[in-house]
Structures are given as C-alpha cells and as structure tokens.
C-alpha cells in the first residue's frame, strides 16, 4: 500500500471536523433535541474524524414543520421562478468556489482518492445544480382542447399547471455524498418544494457544508433542512412522517422497500434509486484497447461502491482469456492507498461494516468454487481496505453473481451465443445499467433494446451527466433521476378547466 506523503489538508477542512457539526433546521444551526452526537469515522485509518448532532424522531418532526412553514408561507412560495432558478445557480457558484475543500471531506469521510473526488464528484454536483437552474423557469404545463360530449356546445379553457409537490423527505447514501445531495435538491428546488435532507450515517460531511453554503447563498429559512441521524430513527420517523408529501430514496433495495412500506401511512409520493447487478458484454469483435480499461474501470471506480457497477462480466469465448488477463492486470495496477495521497487510484471501502460483507461475498463466492485470478483478501492492516478483484469460474446461480456486492469485485464469465447472455444478463432482479462492447453499431443497438436496465452503455461504462436520466428497472427502484425526468418526481399535475 501507498506511503506517499498525503496532500496539505485545507484549513477549513481541519476546522470543519475539529467542532461537533449541528444540523440545519428552519435556517438556524442546532444541536439535536436529546443533546445526542454519534462520531463519523476516517475510513483509511478507522479512526474518529468528526463528532455530528445525531437527528432522532423529535428533530424530524422540527425540521418537518420547518420545511411545512417554507413551502405555505415563507418568501419561497412568492419567488419567481427566475429568482428561484438564480439562488440554484449561486449555490453551484460558491460549491465550486470551495471544490478542494469538497474534495477533502469526501476523501476524509468517505475514503475516496481525494484525485477522483476533484474531479468527479465535486463538479458533477456543480453542473447538476446548474442545469437544474436552469430548469427552474421550464416547468409547464399544457392547454388542452377538450370536447365533453354531455355539455354540447359548451366552450372551455382547459389548461394544467405544474406545481411542486410539497415537502420533500430525502434519504441518501454514502458512495457519493455531495454528489448524492446535489441529485436530490436540485430537481426538488426546482420544482419549488422544501426538503429534510438526511445524509448517510457514514458520510454527513459534506451536506452539512453544503448547509452552510445554501444560508450564504440566500435560501429563505426552511426550505433546506439537513437532518443526520441513524436510518433506523431518523430515516424510518422521515419516511412514515404524516407532514411529508413525497420521499426519495438511494440506497439499498432492502431498505428501499421498508421506505415504501412506511411511506404507505399518508400514501406520500415515493422514488427509489436502488441495487443494481450490471451485466457487461464484451463481443468478440470489440477494441480490446478499449474494452479492458473500460471492463476494469466499469467495476472498480468509485472501489464498485457504485449501484451501477458493472460487477458481471460477460465475454464472448474466444476473448475470455485475453480480456480477463488484461481486466486481471489492470487491477494489479490499481495503487490501493488512503485517499489523500494523490497517487492513490483506490482508497478504503467506506467502513468496516462494508469490508466485512465484501469479504463475506468473497468467501461465499470461494465456498461455492469461484476463483480469484487476482486479489480476494482484505489490504493493509489498518482501514477498510479490499483488493481489487476478479472471478472466474462463476455460475449464474451462486450467490456472487446474483447479490450486490458493492465492492470492488467482478464476475468473469465465457459466453457463446448472443440470445443466452442476452437471458443471462437479464437473469436478475436488478435492472439498474448495463453495457456492450462491439465495433458493430447495428448489433449494439439491437442488444441495447433488448438489456432490461435503465441505462445502456455502448463502448463506455459510468458515463453520467445532468441531462440523462438515470434509474431503475425492476427492483433497481422507480423513477428516474437527473434530466427533465427528476422534474416528474417532484411536481404535481393539476388540470384547471373553465367554461367560457
Ligand atoms: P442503506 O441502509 O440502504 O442506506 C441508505 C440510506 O438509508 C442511509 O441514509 C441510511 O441511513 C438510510 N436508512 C437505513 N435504514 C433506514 C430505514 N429503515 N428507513 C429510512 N432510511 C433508512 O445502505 P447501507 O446499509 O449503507 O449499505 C448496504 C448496502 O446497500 C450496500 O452494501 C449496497 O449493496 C447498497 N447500497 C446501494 C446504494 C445505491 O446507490 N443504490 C448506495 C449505498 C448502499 P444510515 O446511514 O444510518 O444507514
Ligand atoms: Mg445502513
């Protein structure tokens, strides 16, 4: 592992973590109702990188009120939607204005090369914000023609209005904290609705910077609040809360049905972002130049901690080899450290949590014959670390190749017929992403239609951007994140008819 000199850690950042953080509550900065804090952890060391008011039921119910307050009579309501859109774009403004100090307390919260996060992480949420600004002044509604047979010759004005939904409950996860927030708030503030945003237990940071960067940008009290906590309090008492209008969720598909089952209560609207178990097909004729960095980064950015991941690899026969010598090489080369050195290329999974169930699927995967032609043990002594993997000798059925492992490990498997990958990639109750690699277009296409996942790639893999939505099939969750399809998510359609 690295011992390269770690970079120079940010004043801000230093201060950041050095006080308790309080959490967000209609515009003012306060410590949990019960006084309560819990620790959030370096995952490259395991030791405690920060103390954070720990948000329960009580706090829930403040922050909801607040949110309530926001969208009936606060200045948010009377806002333009110019003025909404500007306050949207102030805030991707001052989070690039403070992009290194972002990158900083990912890495330290999260243990992700501090590299990747500088230039992924950080600027994605700022150009989420942005086209969602944009966005603020483009929701419409329709007129409509209408005929209504039993009043003839009566005339109307039949038109609908797009109006936010009301307040927003948001549950995110760890993988991409900051980025993670930025794909909930941006279409919800669009929209005009008001948000109780809980972090990830793990990784709180970095919205709670984010809180501090929505007061200076302007928004009127309440129609953020920030509210960490533990799932199984602060989650559960914001998703079964009768004050909330709608619920999204990212996380696991386990999780994701109690939100759905405690979301029932006021029947509030509910979006999930869930597992996934991606299938990548690499044909026979494909650029292998191409294909095995693709294949490798495909699983192993992000450490697979990606709900996309493409952890099954599916190679045409006459390639398996090549591409899995080249994958297996590839992750080799992986420079596995603590995310702070700028040499690091993967850092420690985010808790020791997540590295004990990936080596659980490890040794699953060994007790049921698979092989790990590189990696398939823990790394260092100290922090969360897993070698990066691959497997071979997998079956469709074993526990490897059906679970989410949400680490950094891939399932090779030989193919030889189009129609059989095509079933078996699609044998699974996921249906988050999938990929192919081919130089024939017409092939790649007709197997992009037939994949059941909400994102295809062709000749790429993990290609994300504002404008593309992105979401589930099957249990990978409902709804569709980023482009104007988030917008669905948080608007509710009225149809307003008048006789003339
Ligand atoms: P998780 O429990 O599903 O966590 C996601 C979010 O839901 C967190 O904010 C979590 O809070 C919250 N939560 C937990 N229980 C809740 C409940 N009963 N009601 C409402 N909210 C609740 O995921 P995890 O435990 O961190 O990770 C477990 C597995 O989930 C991973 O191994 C991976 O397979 C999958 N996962 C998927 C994604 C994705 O992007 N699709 C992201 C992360 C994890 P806490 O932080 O306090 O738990
Ligand atoms: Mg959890």
Redesign the pocket.
């Given at each position: 592992m690295s011992v390269a000199a770690a970079i120079q850690i940010d004043q801000r950042v230093k201060s950041f973590v050095t006080k308790p953080r309080k959490m967000l509550v209609g515009g003012e900065w306060v410590e949990a109702a019960s006084g309560k804090t819990f620790a959030t952890f370096n995952p490259a060391s395991g030791e405690v990188l920060a103390q954070v008011a720990e948000g329960e039921k009580e706090d829930v119910d403040r922050a909801v009120k607040a949110a309530r307050n926001a969208f009936e009579s606060g200045p948010w309501r009377r806002m333009t939607t110019s003025e909404r859109g500007r306050l949207i774009w102030k805030l991707a403004d001052l989070i690039e204005a403070h992009l290194e100090e972002f990158a900083q307390l990912e890495t330290l919260d999260n243990g992700k090369p501090v590299v990747i996060a500088r230039v992924a992480d950080v600027p994605l949420a700022v150009d989420l914000f942005r086209y969602m600004a944009g966005w603020a002044t483009k929701i419409e509604g329709n007129t409509i023609p209408i005929s209504v047979p039993y009043t003839p010759g009566a005339q109307y004005l039949a038109y609908t209005l797009r109006e936010p939904v009301g307040v927003v409950a948001q549950?995110?996860?760890?993988?991409f904290p900051l980025l993670?927030a930025a794909w909930k708030l941006g279409p919800a503030l669009a929209a005009g609705c008001t948000v109780v945003l809980?972090?990830?237990?793990?990784t709180p940071l970095s919205a709670l910077r984010l809180g501090e960067l929505i007061c200076e940008a302007g928004f009127p009290q309440g129609v953020i609040n920030i509210v960490p906590?533990?799932?199984?309090s602060?989650?559960?008492a914001?998703?079964a809360h009768p004050g909330v209008d709608k619920v999204a969720?990212?996380?696991?598909t386990?999780?994701?049905k109690?939100?759905l089952a405690?979301a029932a209560g006021n029947l509030k609207k509910v979006s999930l972002?869930?597992?996934?178990k991606s299938p990548n097909l690499v044909l026979k004729d494909a650029d292998l130049e191409v294909v095995i960095p693709g294949a490798a980064n495909a699983i192993f950015f992000n450490h697979g901690?990606?709900?996309c991941a493409g952890s099954r690899l599916y190679v045409e026969k006459e390639i398996f080899d090549e591409v899995v010598e080249g994958v297996a090489a590839q992750a080799k080369k992986i420079k596995v450290g603590p995310g702070l050195d700028p040499t690091t290329e993967m850092g420690p999974l985010v808790s020791n949590?997540?590295q004990q169930?990936v080596l659980g699927y490890l040794e699953a995967g060994f007790a049921e014959g698979a092989k790990a032609v590189v990696g398939g043990h823990r790394a260092g002594e100290a922090g969360y670390f897993v070698e990066p993997t691959v497997l071979v000798d997998t079956s469709q059925n074993m526990k490897v190749m059906q679970e989410?492992?949400?680490g950094p490990v891939v399932c090779a498997v030989p193919f030889q017929e189009l129609d059989e990958v095509i079933q078996a990639a699609n044998d699974n109750i996921y249906g988050l992403a999938a990929a192919v690699w081919t130089r024939d277009i017409s092939k790649a296409h007709r197997i992009a239609r037939e994949l059941r996942a909400g994102s295809v790639w062709i000749n790429c893999f993990n290609i994300f951007d504002a404008a593309l939505p992105f979401g589930g099939y099957k249990q990978s969750g409902w709804g569709r994140e980023m482009g104007h399809d988030a917008l669905e998510l948080y608007t509710e359609v009225k149809a307003v008819c008048a006789r003339l």
């Open positions: 549950i995110i996860p760890w993988n993670m809980k972090p990830a237990e793990q906590g533990y799932g199984e602060a989650g559960a914001l998703a969720f990212t996380g696991s386990e999780v994701g109690l939100v405690a972002e869930l597992g996934g901690q990606c709900c949590e997540q169930r989410e492992i949400f």
